[in-house]
């Protein structure tokens, strides 16, 4: 057991995060995300939402200050489902940027997400939870 780290964050995650340098890319999918087939690496965190997994993941994970580092799913036009998540993301990451969430249309977030480290695969049944997260340099 260590100590300081999220309960939510499991040891095949925290050795995925620590692996990752700067400039890599995870993507926290929803449940509906096809992560088995385009992440090159994919860990199951199936019960938990990407809410929870957003918030814990960033207590432990910087972001790039010289690149834009959050990007959302875009809608599929014409979609007329709504996306409060989007507004839940936008508040987790205000304490760790200035940067606001950046859509990617749907197949370019999908081959963007086939060049990310990882993916890493929620239970979350909202649709459009797609985020992907640039890893910046650790400072502390």
């Known amino acids: 057991m260590l100590k300081g780290i999220p309960k939510i964050i499991s040891p ?19 449940g509906n995300f096809p992560g088995e087939r ?10 938990h939402g990407t809410v929870e997994l957003l918030k814990a993941i960033l207590e432990l994970f910087p972001l790039d200050v010289y690149a834009q580092p959050v990007y959302v799913m ?3 036009p014409g979609d007329t489902v709504e996306t409060p998540i989007l507004d839940e993301y936008s508040e987790i ?6 940067a606001t969430l950046e859509g990617i249309e749907r197949f370019a977030f999908y081959d963007r997400a086939k060049e990310a480290y990882a993916v890493i695969m929620s239970g979350e049944s909202a649709l459009y939870a797609n985020i992907i997260l640039k890893k910046g340099v650790v400072t502390e």
Do not use: F, S
């Open 93 to 98: 990451i205000k304490p760790y940027t200035d």
């Open 74 to 76: 875009e809608k599929v």
């Open 12 to 30: 095949e995650l925290l050795k995925i995060l620590a692996e990752m340098g700067h400039g890599d890319e995870i993507v926290l999918a929803d």
């Open 38 to 47: 385009v992440g090159q690496r994919c860990v199951r965190a199936d019960g």
